[in-house]
Protein backbone atom coordinates (compact mmCIF):
# COMPACT_ATOMS: atom_id res chain seq x y z
CA UNK A 1 0.00 0.00 0.00
CA UNK A 2 1.17 3.49 -0.26
CA UNK A 3 2.47 5.49 2.42
CA UNK A 4 4.03 8.54 4.09
CA UNK A 5 6.00 8.21 6.73
CA UNK A 6 7.32 11.32 8.72
CA UNK A 7 10.37 9.57 11.26
CA UNK A 8 10.26 13.23 13.70
CA UNK A 9 6.93 13.78 15.60
CA UNK A 10 8.18 16.39 17.54
CA UNK A 11 11.28 19.16 16.49
CA UNK A 12 12.32 22.53 18.81
CA UNK A 13 14.45 24.91 16.77
CA UNK A 14 15.27 28.36 17.96
CA UNK A 15 13.93 31.37 15.98
CA UNK A 16 16.17 32.23 12.62
CA UNK A 17 17.84 28.58 12.61
CA UNK A 18 17.02 26.31 9.50
CA UNK A 19 14.74 23.50 9.41
CA UNK A 20 14.58 20.48 7.64
CA UNK A 21 11.32 17.81 8.18
CA UNK A 22 11.45 14.48 6.86
CA UNK A 23 9.24 12.64 4.79
CA UNK A 24 9.64 9.16 3.30
CA UNK A 25 7.80 7.94 1.12
CA UNK A 26 6.45 4.15 -0.31
CA UNK A 27 5.01 3.87 -3.60
CA UNK A 28 5.16 2.60 -6.91
CA UNK A 29 5.47 4.72 -9.47
CA UNK A 30 6.46 8.83 -9.36
CA UNK A 31 4.47 10.17 -6.57
CA UNK A 32 2.80 13.63 -6.75
CA UNK A 33 3.75 15.14 -3.29
CA UNK A 34 2.59 17.61 -1.06
CA UNK A 35 3.37 19.40 2.09
CA UNK A 36 0.42 20.91 4.04
CA UNK A 37 1.09 23.19 7.23
CA UNK A 38 -1.77 23.06 10.49
CA UNK A 39 -2.34 25.83 12.66
CA UNK A 40 -4.30 24.69 15.43
CA UNK A 41 -7.49 24.40 15.25
CA UNK A 42 -6.96 25.51 11.73
CA UNK A 43 -7.27 23.52 8.36
CA UNK A 44 -4.72 22.29 6.06
CA UNK A 45 -3.10 25.34 3.98
CA UNK A 46 -0.64 23.78 0.77
CA UNK A 47 2.86 24.48 1.63
CA UNK A 48 4.63 23.17 -2.03
CA UNK A 49 3.27 20.59 -4.17
CA UNK A 50 5.61 18.25 -6.41
CA UNK A 51 4.35 16.45 -9.41
CA UNK A 52 7.38 16.31 -12.07
CA UNK A 53 10.21 18.28 -13.53
CA UNK A 54 12.42 20.05 -11.56
CA UNK A 55 13.07 18.18 -8.59
CA UNK A 56 13.62 21.31 -6.11
CA UNK A 57 10.30 22.86 -5.27
CA UNK A 58 9.47 26.76 -4.08
CA UNK A 59 6.43 27.17 -1.96
CA UNK A 60 4.79 29.95 0.03
CA UNK A 61 6.14 31.39 3.47
CA UNK A 62 10.02 30.88 2.38
CA UNK A 63 9.70 26.92 2.37
CA UNK A 64 11.03 24.72 -0.43
CA UNK A 65 11.35 20.99 -0.46
CA UNK A 66 13.37 18.60 -2.67
CA UNK A 67 12.81 15.32 -4.27
CA UNK A 68 15.21 12.20 -4.45
CA UNK A 69 13.54 9.65 -5.68
CA UNK A 70 17.33 7.60 -4.78
CA UNK A 71 15.84 7.74 -0.97
CA UNK A 72 11.97 8.07 -1.55
CA UNK A 73 12.45 11.33 0.25
CA UNK A 74 10.63 14.81 0.17
CA UNK A 75 12.29 16.48 3.09
CA UNK A 76 10.89 20.41 3.63
CA UNK A 77 13.25 23.25 3.90
CA UNK A 78 13.00 26.45 5.59
CA UNK A 79 16.90 28.65 5.94
CA UNK A 80 15.76 30.69 8.63
CA UNK A 81 12.54 29.43 10.92
CA UNK A 82 10.02 32.46 11.95
CA UNK A 83 7.78 32.10 15.40
CA UNK A 84 4.54 32.32 13.25
CA UNK A 85 6.05 28.73 11.46
CA UNK A 86 4.81 26.77 14.93
CA UNK A 87 2.49 24.46 13.58
CA UNK A 88 1.83 20.88 12.14
CA UNK A 89 3.66 20.04 9.26
CA UNK A 90 2.16 17.37 7.25
CA UNK A 91 3.43 15.25 4.29
CA UNK A 92 0.97 13.83 1.76
CA UNK A 93 1.07 11.89 -1.71
CA UNK A 94 -1.51 10.74 -3.93
CA UNK A 95 -2.19 7.50 -4.30
CA UNK A 96 -3.08 7.34 -8.61
CA UNK A 97 -3.78 3.54 -8.28
CA UNK A 98 -6.92 4.28 -5.38
CA UNK A 99 -8.60 6.90 -7.15
CA UNK A 100 -6.72 10.36 -6.30
CA UNK A 101 -7.52 9.80 -2.48
CA UNK A 102 -4.61 11.66 -0.63
CA UNK A 103 -2.22 9.80 2.42
CA UNK A 104 -0.97 11.43 4.96
CA UNK A 105 1.85 11.47 7.38
CA UNK A 106 1.34 11.26 11.00
CA UNK A 107 2.19 14.84 10.73
CA UNK A 108 5.44 16.56 12.76
CA UNK A 109 4.74 19.54 15.35
CA UNK A 110 6.57 22.07 15.14
CA UNK A 111 8.07 24.28 18.19
CA UNK A 112 9.78 27.57 17.86
CA UNK A 113 12.04 28.64 20.71
CA UNK A 114 13.04 32.73 20.81
CA UNK B 1 -9.39 32.66 -5.53
CA UNK B 2 -12.63 30.27 -5.39
CA UNK B 3 -12.39 27.86 -2.09
CA UNK B 4 -13.79 24.83 -0.17
CA UNK B 5 -16.22 26.05 2.23
CA UNK B 6 -17.57 23.86 4.83
CA UNK B 7 -20.53 24.31 7.19
CA UNK B 8 -21.11 24.33 10.30
CA UNK B 9 -17.03 25.13 11.82
CA UNK B 10 -18.30 23.51 14.70
CA UNK B 11 -20.68 20.88 15.71
CA UNK B 12 -21.79 19.35 19.04
CA UNK B 13 -23.94 17.00 19.09
CA UNK B 14 -25.45 14.21 21.44
CA UNK B 15 -24.25 10.00 21.44
CA UNK B 16 -27.10 8.61 19.00
CA UNK B 17 -27.60 11.54 17.42
CA UNK B 18 -27.66 12.15 13.28
CA UNK B 19 -25.38 14.41 12.03
CA UNK B 20 -25.16 16.46 8.49
CA UNK B 21 -21.97 18.51 7.49
CA UNK B 22 -22.06 20.24 4.59
CA UNK B 23 -19.39 21.06 2.28
CA UNK B 24 -19.60 23.54 -0.98
CA UNK B 25 -16.66 22.15 -3.40
CA UNK B 26 -15.60 24.60 -6.20
CA UNK B 27 -17.39 25.51 -8.65
CA UNK B 28 -15.67 23.14 -11.87
CA UNK B 29 -14.27 20.73 -9.84
CA UNK B 30 -15.81 17.02 -10.52
CA UNK B 31 -14.44 15.02 -8.01
CA UNK B 32 -14.88 15.08 -4.21
CA UNK B 33 -13.51 13.54 -0.66
CA UNK B 34 -14.45 13.24 2.61
CA UNK B 35 -11.43 12.96 5.59
CA UNK B 36 -11.48 13.12 8.97
CA UNK B 37 -8.65 13.90 11.69
CA UNK B 38 -9.15 12.38 14.97
CA UNK B 39 -7.54 14.73 18.27
CA UNK B 40 -3.93 14.67 17.60
CA UNK B 41 -3.81 12.00 14.84
CA UNK B 42 -2.79 12.44 11.22
CA UNK B 43 -5.90 13.33 8.66
CA UNK B 44 -7.67 10.06 6.95
CA UNK B 45 -9.14 9.46 4.28
CA UNK B 46 -12.92 8.08 4.35
CA UNK B 47 -14.29 8.70 0.92
CA UNK B 48 -14.54 10.18 -2.89
CA UNK B 49 -17.35 11.00 -4.67
CA UNK B 50 -17.37 11.45 -8.40
CA UNK B 51 -19.93 11.24 -11.19
CA UNK B 52 -22.95 11.09 -8.36
CA UNK B 53 -21.67 7.56 -6.72
CA UNK B 54 -18.87 6.73 -4.09
CA UNK B 55 -15.58 5.88 -6.01
CA UNK B 56 -13.74 4.54 -3.46
CA UNK B 57 -14.22 4.30 0.61
CA UNK B 58 -11.75 3.57 3.60
CA UNK B 59 -12.58 0.40 6.21
CA UNK B 60 -13.56 3.80 8.01
CA UNK B 61 -16.61 4.47 6.07
CA UNK B 62 -19.00 1.91 7.39
CA UNK B 63 -22.42 1.78 7.53
CA UNK B 64 -23.01 4.46 9.88
CA UNK B 65 -21.73 7.27 6.83
CA UNK B 66 -23.19 8.24 3.45
CA UNK B 67 -22.69 11.13 1.20
CA UNK B 68 -24.53 13.22 -1.17
CA UNK B 69 -24.79 15.34 -3.26
CA UNK B 70 -27.95 16.75 -3.07
CA UNK B 71 -27.95 19.58 -5.62
CA UNK B 72 -25.15 21.51 -7.94
CA UNK B 73 -23.20 22.49 -5.54
CA UNK B 74 -23.53 21.03 -1.84
CA UNK B 75 -21.76 17.74 -1.11
CA UNK B 76 -22.50 16.49 2.40
CA UNK B 77 -21.39 14.03 4.91
CA UNK B 78 -24.28 12.09 7.12
CA UNK B 79 -23.09 10.23 10.65
CA UNK B 80 -26.52 8.16 11.26
CA UNK B 81 -25.86 7.46 15.22
CA UNK B 82 -22.91 9.42 16.19
CA UNK B 83 -20.43 7.45 18.23
CA UNK B 84 -17.87 9.27 20.79
CA UNK B 85 -15.25 8.01 18.90
CA UNK B 86 -17.03 9.93 15.51
CA UNK B 87 -15.16 13.14 17.28
CA UNK B 88 -12.89 14.17 15.16
CA UNK B 89 -11.98 17.26 12.53
CA UNK B 90 -13.73 16.42 9.19
CA UNK B 91 -12.38 18.09 5.95
CA UNK B 92 -13.89 18.38 2.96
CA UNK B 93 -11.81 18.41 -0.67
CA UNK B 94 -12.51 18.84 -4.07
CA UNK B 95 -10.28 18.55 -7.06
CA UNK B 96 -10.64 19.16 -11.28
CA UNK B 97 -11.32 16.16 -13.56
CA UNK B 98 -7.69 15.05 -14.78
CA UNK B 99 -4.37 17.52 -14.98
CA UNK B 100 -3.16 18.38 -11.72
CA UNK B 101 -5.17 16.16 -9.31
CA UNK B 102 -4.33 18.74 -6.93
CA UNK B 103 -7.07 18.78 -4.01
CA UNK B 104 -8.30 21.45 -2.16
CA UNK B 105 -9.06 21.81 1.17
CA UNK B 106 -11.99 23.09 2.86
CA UNK B 107 -11.27 24.48 6.68
CA UNK B 108 -13.13 21.57 7.92
CA UNK B 109 -15.74 20.67 10.80
CA UNK B 110 -14.75 20.19 14.14
CA UNK B 111 -17.12 17.74 15.30
CA UNK B 112 -17.84 16.58 19.34
CA UNK B 113 -19.96 14.23 20.13
CA UNK B 114 -20.78 13.84 23.83
Known amino acids: AQSVTQPDIHITVSEGASLELRCNYS??????LFWYVQSPGQGLQLLLK??????LVQGIKGFEAEFKRSQSSFNLRKPSVHWSDAAEYFC????????????FGAGTRLTVKP | EPEVTQTPSHQVTQMGQEVILRCVPI?????FYWYRQILGQKVEFLVS????????KSEIFDDQFSVERPDGSNFTLKIRSTKLEDSAMYFC????????????FGPGTRLTVT
Open chain 2, 93 to 104: ASRLAGGSHEQY
Open chain 1, 27 to 32: YGATPY
Open chain 1, 50 to 55: YFSGDT
Open chain 1, 92 to 103: AVLDLYNNNDMR
Open chain 2, 27 to 31: SNHLY
Open chain 2, 49 to 56: FYNNEISE
